[in-house]
Structure formats: structure tokens, C-alpha cells
């Protein structure tokens, strides 16, 4: 799922999301995970953000950590959430 321009290069793990229905706040801990693996900063690069499929990834788990999957499931229609959980299945 990640780009492989960066197979070369040593990267942190990433770490294991705890992503729950309602969103919750890190401990200092989690940050220092966290952040190892979080872009340094907000661009948009060939009209995608950030540089990679992995900061992509990482954001996303790192937003849904904070805000939670019942507020996730509001942003696109139900029939899609059923189509892509499908999809994860077949």
C-alpha cells in the first residue's frame, strides 16, 4: 500500500493505531510514537497531501485516533462504507 520510493531509506514503524468509535486524546507517549511517522508539515505534492502513501496512512490514523469512527462514518454515504468493507472481504 505504501509508495516504494522509500524502500531504501530506514523508517520508524508505524505504530498500532487505537482507533475507536468515539475519538480520544494521546497520552505523551502515543505523541512520541506518533510522531516519528507524521509529516513535518501540510503540502500538497502532484495534487495529493503530503509525499507519500506512508505520511498519508499515518495522518489518517493519527485523525481517526482523535476524532473517532462515529464521526469518520459521517463523511461519505453509508452504501460506500458497505461497498469498500466488501471489498476488504472478497
Known amino acids: ?5 522509500f524502500e531504501d531509506e530506514e523508517l520508524p ?3 498500532t493505531w487505537d482507533i475507536k468509535i468515539e475519538g480520544r486524546r494521546w497520552t505523551w507517549d502515543e505523541w512520541e510514537v506518533r510522531c516519528l511517522v ?3 508539515k501540510l503540502e500538497l505534492i502532484e495534487g ?3 509525499w507519500s502513501d506512508r505520511e498519508r496512512i499515518a ?3 493519527s485523525v481517526l ?3 473517532g469512527l462515529a464521526e469518520a462514518v459521517k463523511l461519505a454515504p453509508r452504501e460506500l462504507w ?4 466488501g471489498q476488504m472481504e472478497g
Open 1 to 5: 500500500m505504501f509508495d516504494d520510493e
Open 13 to 15: 514503524p508505524m505504530p
Open 38 to 40: 507524521m509529516p513535518e
Open 48 to 50: 495529493k497531501l503530503f
Open 59 to 61: 495522518m489518517l490514523g
Open 65 to 67: 485516533e482523535m476524532v
Open 82 to 85: 458497505l461497498q469498500a468493507l
